[in-house]
Every structure is written in structure tokens, then in C-alpha cells.
């Protein structure tokens, strides 16, 4: 009998997109775009990456915030956060495509019957 000792896997290749990275970042089923840095006051960066893993785009979002040593403060800044970041989401998820042209179009509204 035949011992397997691995496993084999085979995932379907994703090829390069016009926006990766195409080097070492990329994967053989995911690709990402170069780091975009957002620095804010008192050392807060976040970096934004745009992947595709599985032919399905994302933005991939890591927010570092100093955080206040009261925990008072501590906690009031992690509440400000997450309704920041429920915004954030709102609004992205809110950005729709232009409508197509002609599409807004309807010359039979407003008309009057015969
Ligand atoms: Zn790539």
C-alpha cells in the first residue's frame, strides 16, 4: 500500500491585474495593488491595499490609533472609532455605478393619454 505523506493542492491561477503589484506581494490565486498611507495626528496611520483573492475585489484597511493612556478616554476613543468606522463602511458600500446613459430617460412619464 501507498503511504500520501502531503496532501497536493491545486488552486486555479488568477493572472496579474493592471493594477498589482505583479511581484513578490501577489500570490498564485490573490494579487494587491501597492500600500496607500493616510498618516493623522499623534502617530494614527492607516494603510489601504486593494486585493483580489478569489476574483473578488477588496479594500484592505489597517488603522493604527494611539490611544489615550485614562481609560476613560481610552474607551471613548475606541466608541468615536467604531461609529467612524460604521461610517466609513456605510459610505463605501453607498458609492453605486453611474447610471448607463439614456437610462434616466422615461418620455412616457408625464405624458398625457389620448
Ligand atoms: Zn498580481
Known sequence: ??????????RKPIPHTDWCTGDHRCGV????APDIIADGQLGARAIITRV????????EIRI?????RADSLAR???????HAVR?????VAAVRPA???????????GRRAF
Open 76 to 82: 471613548r476613543q475606541l466608541d468615536t472609532a467604531l
Open 64 to 68: 493604527r490609533v494611539p490611544l489615550r
Open 1 to 10: 500500500m501507498r503511504a500520501r505523506t502531503m496532501a497536493s493542492f491545486h
Open 29 to 32: 490565486n490573490f494579487h494587491q
Open 87 to 91: 461610517a466609513l463602511l456605510a459610505a
Open 52 to 59: 483580489r483573492a478569489a476574483e473578488v475585489d477588496y479594500a
Open 99 to 109: 447610471p448607463l446613459p439614456g437610462a434616466g430617460d422615461r418620455p412616457a412619464v
